[in-house]
C-alpha cells in the first residue's frame, strides 16, 4: 500500500515538473520567434523604407540647366508621379469632354409665335386680294429687314402659299428642337470635343443628348446647316427658296452655353485621369557627373528627395503581416507534431539566428549594393549554406521549412519580384537533398559542385520566366553557378564552428566518435573487457533495429558505444566483467544496487567532461529507465522476509525514453544481457525470448514516452532475431589434425 501510494506520489510530482517545464520552454520559444520577427521586419523596413541622407541633399542641389557634380543613382525601386506630364494629360481629357448646351424652351415658342404671326399676315392679305409689293410693305411694317423683297414675292405669287408656309414651319421647329447655338463663340471648345451635350428639360426632368459638331446650327447661319432637310421638304426649288428665308427670318439662338455644367463634367474628367507615373529601379542612373542637367531629370530627382521623407504605411504594415504569417507558418511546419522530433534550444537558436542572419545580409544587400534587375537578389546570398547546415544539424524538413520562411522575408526586399522566391526556395532545397546524403566532410564539396549545376539550372529557369536578354543569360548562369559551389564551401568551413557551439550529433562527428580507438574505448576493453564486448553487441542490434524503424542507426551505435562507459572504474561488480567470485556475495542487496544504479549517474558524469553531445548523453540516462533490478529486489526480499521493501529503492532513478534511438537501445541492452544465458538458442527459442523481452518493456510503461509503436516494436523485434541469429549460429566441428614435424599441433 505504501509503495503504490509512492508510485502515485512520484508520478504526480513527474507531471507537475513536465508541465512546468514545457509552460517555461513555450515562453523561451515565443521570446526567440518574437526576436526574429523584429529583427526581421526592422531589417526589411530599414533597406525598403529608409534611403540615405545622401540622396535627400542631393534631390536639394539639383536644378535644370546646371551641370551634375556627381552622378546620381537611383538606391531603391520607386514610383512617382509625374506633374507636368499629368497635368497635361487631364487638361487633353478635360477638353475632350462635351460643353453642355441648355435648350431654352422659351425662345423656340416665341420664335414659332413671331412665325406664326407672319403667316397669319401675310395669309389675311393673300386672301383680301393684296398686291405682293403692297404685303412687302406690311410685312416691312411688322417685321422690318427680316425679308427680301424677291422672297415676299416668290412667295405671294404662288398659288400654294399656304403649304409653303406650313413647310416652312416645319423645318423653323425641326431647327430650334436641334438647338441653335452660338458657334463663333465656342467654336475652338466644340471642335475639340467634336460634339456638344444638348439638355432639354421637360416635365421637371432634364433630357440630353449628344449632338456630333456636324449636325450642329450655327446661330449666324443656320440656312446652311438645314438645306438639305429644306430639300426633302420643298417640291421644287422656290419652296425650298422660301422655306430657308424663313428660317433665317425667324430662327433664333435657343441654346446657351452652360459653364457651371461644363465646368463640373471636366472637373469630374480630370479626377478620372490615372496620374501618369514612372518607374525608377535600383541601380537607375538618373544623371552621370558632368552632364547638363535636364529638366525632367531635376524633376526625377527631387520626387525621388521627396519619396526620402515619407513613409509607406501601407507597405509597412503589409511587410509585418507577411513576416508574421511566414513565422506561424515555420512555427507550425516546426512543431513537434508536424517535424516528427523536438527540437532543443540549440537547434532553434541557430534556425532563428541563420534566419535574422539571411534577412538582414539581404536587407544590406538591398540597401547598398545597387543590383542588375535581371538579377535576383537571393542568388548573391548563401541561402544553399543555411539550409545545408540545418539539414545537417537538424533536419531536411528544418531546413526547407526555414528556407522559405526566409524566401518569403527576401521577396519583400527585393520589391516583390517571383523570380527572387523561385530561387531562394528552390536553391535552399536542392542544398538540404544535396547535404543530407554526405557522409564524410570532403562530401560537402560534391555537394556544392551538385548544388551549382542545380543552382545554374534554377537560375536559367529563373531567367527565362523573366524574359532577361540574351546577353545577360550565361551571366546569370555563372553567377548560379558560383552560388552553389561557395555555399557548399562556407558549409565546409561554417560545419564545424556551428557543431562545436552547439556540440550537435551530426553524422561527421558522430563518425568521429565511432572510432573505438580512442583513449575511453582503449581503457574500457582493458579493464571491462566485458562491457566493451556487449557494447559492441548492443550497437549492433541497436543499428540494425534504428535502420529498419527508419531512426538514427548511426546515433544508436554511437550511443550503444558509450551507453556503459559508468560501468568502467567499478567493472569487478557487474557481471559481464566478472571472472570467478562475484563480489555481490559479500554485500547487502541495498549496497549492491546502489553501486549497479551509479553506473548511470557515473556514465552521464564521464559523457559530459567527454562533451559528447546532448542526444548521447540523453541516451546514457534514458537506456535503463526507471526499470526495475529485479535480482537484488528479489534478493532483498527473500533476505527480509517482508513484503515491505520498496520498488523504488531497486529500481533505476533515471528518465524513461523520450527518443526512439533511446528506447530501441533500452531494448537492445536488456535482450542482449539476457541472450548470454540461452541455451541451444533455435530460431524458436530466440523468437519467444525477444518477445517476452520487448513485450516486458512494453507492459512496464518504459516505452510510453518513446514514439514508437507497435508497428516498430514488431520491426525490432524481428531485427534483433536476425542478429541474434547470426551470432549464434550453427558451427561445423572441425577435427583436430596434428602436424608431425617439431610436434606442433595445429
Not at 447661319?221 to 430657308?244: F, H, I, S, T, Y
Not at 530627382?301 to 504569417?325: D, H, M, P, Y
Not at 559530459?608 to 526495475?628: E, M, S, T, W
Request: with cysteine; aromatic share 6%.
Amino acid at each position: 500500500m505504501k509503495s503504490s501510494v509512492r508510485e502515485t506520489v512520484s508520478r504526480l510530482a513527474a507531471r507537475i515538473a513536465a508541465a512546468l517545464r514545457e509552460r517555461r520552454i513555450r515562453r523561451w520559444a515565443v521570446a526567440v520567434a518574437a526576436g526574429v520577427f523584429v529583427l526581421s521586419w526592422v531589417s526589411v523596413i530599414a533597406a525598403t523604407q529608409f534611403p540615405g541622407v545622401f540622396l535627400r541633399r542631393q534631390a536639394g542641389e539639383v536644378e535644370a540647366g546646371r551641370i551634375a557634380e556627381r552622378d546620381i543613382v537611383v538606391d531603391r525601386d520607386f514610383v512617382y508621379v509625374d506633374e507636368m506630364a499629368t497635368r497635361l494629360k487631364q487638361e487633353a481629357r478635360a477638353a475632350l469632354v462635351p460643353p453642355v448646351f441648355t435648350l431654352n424652351e422659351g425662345v423656340s415658342a416665341e420664335a414659332l409665335a413671331r412665325f406664326d404671326a407672319f403667316a397669319g399676315l401675310v395669309t389675311r392679305l393673300l386672301r383680301e386680294g393684296v398686291s405682293s409689293e403692297r404685303i412687302y410693305l406690311k410685312v416691312q411694317v411688322d417685321f422690318p429687314g427680316r425679308f427680301h423683297q424677291q422672297d415676299v414675292r416668290l412667295l405671294t405669287g404662288r398659288a400654294d402659299a399656304g403649304l409653303v408656309l406650313d413647310g416652312s414651319r416645319q423645318l423653323l421647329e425641326a431647327a430650334l428642337a436641334a438647338g441653335i447655338i452660338n458657334l463663333k463663340a465656342h467654336r475652338q471648345e466644340i471642335q475639340n470635343a467634336g460634339s456638344i451635350e444638348l439638355w432639354r428639360i421637360r416635365d421637371n426632368r432634364v433630357q440630353t443628348e449628344e449632338v456630333p459638331v456636324d449636325r450642329l446650327a450655327g446661330a449666324d447661319d443656320v440656312p446652311a446647316a438645314w438645306q438639305g432637310r429644306a430639300l426633302e421638304l420643298a417640291r421644287d426649288d422656290g419652296e425650298r427658296r422660301v422655306m430657308l428665308a424663313v428660317l433665317d427670318a425667324f430662327a433664333a439662338e435657343n441654346a446657351f452655353y452652360d459653364a457651371e455644367n461644363t465646368g463640373m463634367h471636366r472637373t469630374r474628367a480630370r479626377g478620372e485621369v490615372e496620374p501618369v507615373t514612372e518607374r525608377l529601379v535600383r541601380g537607375q542612373v538618373l544623371v552621370r557627373r558632368g552632364d547638363v542637367i535636364s529638366e525632367s531629370t531635376a524633376l526625377r530627382v527631387k520626387a525621388l528627395g521627396e519619396f526620402a521623407r515619407t513613409v509607406n504605411v501601407n507597405q509597412i504594415v503589409g511587410s509585418a503581416l507577411l513576416l508574421a504569417c511566414s513565422l506561424v507558418l515555420a512555427a507550425w511546419l516546426l512543431s513537434p507534431g508536424i517535424l516528427g522530433l523536438t527540437l532543443d534550444r540549440g537547434q532553434v537558436v541557430l534556425l532563428a539566428a541563420m534566419s535574422v542572419l539571411l534577412v538582414a545580409a539581404g536587407a544590406l544587400l538591398a540597401r547598398l549594393t545597387p543590383l542588375p534587375t535581371w538579377l535576383p537578389l537571393s542568388i548573391a546570398l548563401p541561402v544553399g549554406t543555411a539550409a545545408m547546415v540545418a539539414a545537417l544539424l537538424v533536419s531536411g524538413q528544418a531546413a526547407v521549412t526555414v528556407t522559405l520562411a526566409t524566401s518569403l522575408a527576401l521577396v519583400l526586399l527585393a520589391g516583390l519580384p517571383s523570380t527572387a522566391f523561385l530561387f531562394a526556395v528552390f536553391s535552399g532545397a536542392a542544398g538540404a537533398a544535396t547535404a543530407i546524403r554526405a557522409e564524410r566532410r570532403i562530401d560537402l564539396v560534391k555537394a556544392g559542385l551538385q548544388l551549382s549545376v542545380i543552382d545554374a539550372l534554377i537560375a536559367a529557369t529563373a531567367g527565362l520566366l523573366a524574359n532577361i536578354e540574351a546577353s545577360r543569360f550565361l551571366p546569370l548562369l555563372a553567377w548560379g553557378a558560383a552560388n552553389g559551389f561557395l555555399c557548399g564551401i562556407l558549409t565546409l568551413g561554417f560545419l564545424p564552428i556551428v557543431e562545436h557551439l552547439l556540440n550537435a550529433p551530426t553524422r561527421f562527428r558522430l563518425m568521429e566518435l565511432s572510432d573505438l580507438n580512442a583513449p575511453i574505448f582503449r581503457r574500457m576493453l582493458s579493464r571491462a573487457p566485458g562491457t566493451y564486448t556487449h557494447s559492441i553487441a548492443v550497437a549492433n542490434l541497436a543499428e540494425s533495429a534504428c535502420e529498419a524503424i527508419g531512426a538514427n542507426a548511426l546515433l544508436a551505435r554511437v550511443s550503444a558505444y558509450y551507453h556503459d562507459i559508468g560501468k568502467i572504474e567499478q567493472a569487478e561488480y557487474f557481471i559481464e566483467n566478472q571472472r570467478s567470485q562475484n563480489k555481490h556475495d559479500e554485500l547487502k542487496p541495498s549496497l549492491s544496487v546502489a553501486v549497479i544504479k551509479s553506473h548511470v549517474r557515473i556514465g552521464i558524469e564521464k559523457a559530459q567532461a567527454l562533451n559528447l553531445p546532448q542526444a548521447i548523453v540523453d541516451v546514457i540516462a534514458q537506456h535503463h529507465g526507471r526499470g526495475l533490478i529485479t535480482y537484488f529486489y528479489h534478493r532483498a526480499v527473500s533476505q527480509e522476509r517482508e513484503p515491505s521493501v520498496s520498488r523504488d529503492d531497486y529500481s533505476y532513478p533515471g528518465v524513461r525514453p523520450r527518443s526512439r534511438e533511446a528506447a530501441v537501445l533500452m531494448l537492445a541492452d536488456a535482450v542482449e544481457a539476457a541472450s548470454r544465458v540461452l541455451k541451444r538458442p533455435t530460431e524458436a527459442r530466440l523468437e519467444r525470448f525477444v518477445q517476452e523481452a520487448v513485450d516486458a518493456k512494453l507492459a512496464s510503461g518504459e516505452l510510453g514516452d518513446s514514439g514508437l509503436t507497435l508497428r516498430d516494436l514488431e520491426t525490432i523485434r524481428r531485427s534483433f532475431v536476425r542478429v541474434l541469429e547470426g551470432q549464434y549460429h550453427a558451427r561445423i566441428e572441425y577435427p583436430r589434425v596434428g602436424r608431425t614435424r617439431g610436434g606442433v599441433q595445429a
